[in-house]
């Protein structure tokens, strides 16, 4: 029982290491992604100024990887605390480093400003400023101020719908 109760004390030791260490940022948790290459989930974030970045999970086998994919599921479409690691690899023969998530804080629904809504946006329409306008005007988005969550949501369907099938 001892040797148990050690075993725990380092494991949450390191943990609350690897949290503390962890740089953290607010964003929007966009969307989830398995990578079979690597596998790991690869989360999509949007930052408050509507720029992208991603990070990886650990591998979805492992009960951290499994809870933290679930986890990030759970929150997609809402504005979450990142904490994310820089964590160092050697495979094959190589070496390298990752961006990887540790922790995910669920700070709500929330609101994007306009500026970083249109760059989502545009993003979304292929940087096609007419297709990413039509799309904004048809979700009734607001000209200042901000854009919530559902309505962005709302507006890149609409954008989507505007694209058209791929290759069509």
């Given at each position: ?15 609350l ?6 740089v ?25 100024e ?24 759970e ?73 919530s ?8 369907q609409?954008?989507?719908e ?7």
């Open positions: 029982m001892a040797v148990e109760l050690a075993y725990v004390a380092r494991e949450t030791g390191e943990e290491e690897r949290v503390d260490a962890a953290k940022f607010p964003a929007l948790l966009d969307g989830v992604a398995e990578d079979e290459r690597t596998r790991r989930a690869v989360l999509t974030l949007v930052n408050s509507g720029g992208t970045e991603t990070v990886s999970t650990e591998q979805v086998h492992t009960v951290r990887g499994a809870a933290m994919v679930a986890r990030a599921r929150l997609t479409g809402r504005w979450v605390l990142v904490y994310r690691a820089n964590e160092t690899f050697q495979a094959q023969g190589r070496s390298g480093s990752m961006r990887t998530v540790v922790r995910l804080d669920d700070l709500g629904e929330g609101v994007l400003s306009k500026r970083a809504a249109w760059r989502v946006l545009l993003h979304d329409a292929g940087g096609d400023q007419g297709r990413a306008r039509q799309a904004w005007l048809e979700a009734e988005l607001p000209d200042f101020g901000t854009v969550v559902a309505q962005l949501v709302q507006a890149r609409l954008a989507a505007v694209a058209g099938p791929p290759g069509g």
